[in-house]
């Protein structure tokens, strides 16, 4: 069974950075496309980013394409979504996930394995 473990949320001013990460365990990491998906209150999770396995290409939403970066280290079993410029809007609960079937996706439902969630805010 794969665990995930998010870590790095807190509260920030808009503008801000803060760099989240989410470590596995008990799978082979380096097989799995890695999400990061968000939800704020009274919406339903979304898509943030992707990265294909051995740190291959992302994918991101519009909304934070050129301001986060998704990136991931095989060695330590863990990937990372480097956020910028953050904004108000960008406050809600950060999750990652795991796919172990081929091809990133954008939807949950596609996502094996997930993470308990951090809570990012993000104050004017």
């Known amino acids: 069974q794969v665990q995930l473990v998010e870590s790095g949320g807190g509260l920030v001013q808009a503008g801000g950075s803060l760099r989240l990460s989410c470590t596995a365990s008990?799978?082979?990491?380096?097989?799995?496309?890695m999400g990061w998906f968000r939800q704020a209150p009274g919406k339903e999770r979304e898509f943030v980013a992707a990265?294909?396995?051995?740190?291959?290409?992302?994918y991101y939403a519009d909304s934070v394409k050129g301001r986060f970066t998704c990136s991931r280290d095989d060695a330590k079993n863990t990937v990372y979504l480097q956020m910028n410029s953050l904004k108000p809007e960008d406050t809600a609960v950060y999750f990652c996930?795991?796919?172990?079937?081929?091809?990133?996706?954008?939807?949950?439902?596609?996502?094996?394995?997930w993470g308990q969630g951090t809570q990012v805010t993000v104050s004017l």
């Open positions: 996930a795991a796919k172990t079937t081929p091809f990133l996706a954008t939807e949950t439902i596609k996502y094996d394995y």
């Open positions: 990265i294909r396995r051995s740190g291959g290409s992302t």
């Open positions: 008990g799978g082979t990491f380096s097989n799995y496309r």
